[in-house]
């Protein structure tokens, strides 16, 4: 049909046909991707061929990647005095071209997400001397994405803070206080200006100190979350604290806190406690990491500094900052609390004849002395005698029923009050179901009883109280 013959139909469809004779060029092209710039930190390596890790970061503002890249790293401007090689991805999916090293990676480069795109490993070379740098030149090609590369820079020598302290005691009492007398030497080649001490325990463990160059806050250390609310709550029983302490930390010198630090171990601590301990220079990206976007409490107490003590520094030059070393700025430690959380089956009685509906009221209690971690990790088991069954269940049981469709048992969720995942000494969880005796009873009785799930069992001290009696007119009270 002719154009003219269309328009004698109206300008509607003159236009529809307009429309759809035009070019595909015509139509407006998707909106581009936004870049992806990549990161890696400054890094010291130690003198004497100790291997240092330097972690290649992507930042992607777009939408995820699920297919492979390749991130190329040119080592040129390091080869005088360092040697690198790629850890991640793995040498086999590498290919050498003079001083570049390209590698084909498989990792999904999240959208709206930072994350790690590579890790390289340099080490020095004999003959490298303190002060030695260079660059490392990093690039990726991502298909269809522009990718910002990086210079990293790398440098012969630096600061290495070494954190030793004395065994603690494995098993100490509920009450008792653990004394953390570490020594901080810094065993590198350059001094370090103010530093960061950052401690965290887990709920049975209490740390002492309140300075006002100190900060602190609920979960771990280095745990963001966000993304599971259940995992949330669990991390968030832990503490930790960070302090800002001035001073300057030379090559060679061995320091400790100019006060007494400690933790002490609460009433209801349990049989797995932790702690940890580190030591770091103050720098920003220590901080805000530490803070992680969460609310901070600043101490009110004197300030915490420390002191230069008479302990000899080994000889010899030894994740943040400029320290070559960062496997030997921390302390971790663990605390086993004899007592566990003992809990106990409360059963009930009731009486009635055939065709009666009765109601019955059993109990989960922890009678202690310790808190138990996860509510997830206990149940209660109702189980009924023949001739009885539930008419209503408590709104925290379920039916557990045989292949032939009949209810073999229910088992009832423990729900600690206000939100909480763990179980305090003391935390009592009742179960009220509405009961039908079918028949005439005498003398018979069910159970209530509680079940653990995978290893928890074993932090249950007393195991004759895990079960109670449901007893069905009884002849005897």
Known sequence: MAVAALAALGPSVTATAAQASAPAAARPAPAAEPPIRLEAPATNVALGGRWQLLDVLYDNPGADYPDPFTVTADFAGIAGFAKAEFEEPEQEDCKVTGTKVTCTGSAVLRGGARGRLATIVVRTLPGAKVGDRGTVKISAHVRGRTVKGVDARVEAGGPDLEMKMPDHDPRPEPGARIPLPFTLTNKGTEPVTDVLLTAEATYGLKLGLDHRNCAYRRGPMDYVGGEDAYLDALMNMSATYQCRIKGTFLPGRSYRLALPAGIRVAAYASGSERFFLRVDEDNAGNRTAWRG???????????????????????????????????????????????????????????????????????????????????????????????????????????????????????????????????????????????????????????????FLAD?????????????????NPSRS
């Open 293 to 451: 976007g969460r609310t901070v409490r600043t101490g009110t107490g004197p300030e915490l500094k420390f002191k230069t003590v008479a302990v000899a520094a080994p000889t010899g030059v030894g994740d943040t900052g400029r320290d070559t070393n960062r496997y030997n700025s921390h302390y971790f430690g663990t605390v086993s609390v004899a007592g566990g959380a003992d809990f106990a089956a409360v059963g009930t009685t009731v009486r009635g004849g055939a065709g009666t509906t009765v109601r019955a009221t059993v109990k989960l209690r922890n009678q202690g002395p310790a808190y138990f971690l996860s509510a997830r990790e206990v149940q209660g088991i109702l189980k009924l005698p023949k001739g009885v069954s539930v008419v209503k269940a408590d709104p925290a049981c379920r039916p557990r029923e045989r292949a032939d469709g009949t209810v073999a048992y229910h088992w009832c969720e423990v729900v600690p009050p206000g939100g909480r995942i763990f179980v305090k000494p003391g935390d009592e969880f009742a179960y009220t179901f509405t009961l039908k005796l079918e028949q005439t009873l005498k003398d018979v009785s069910g159970s209530f009883s509680t079940r």
């Open 456 to 472: 928890t069992y074993l932090d249950d001290p007393d195991h004759r109280n895990d079960s109670a009696r449901i007893r069905v």
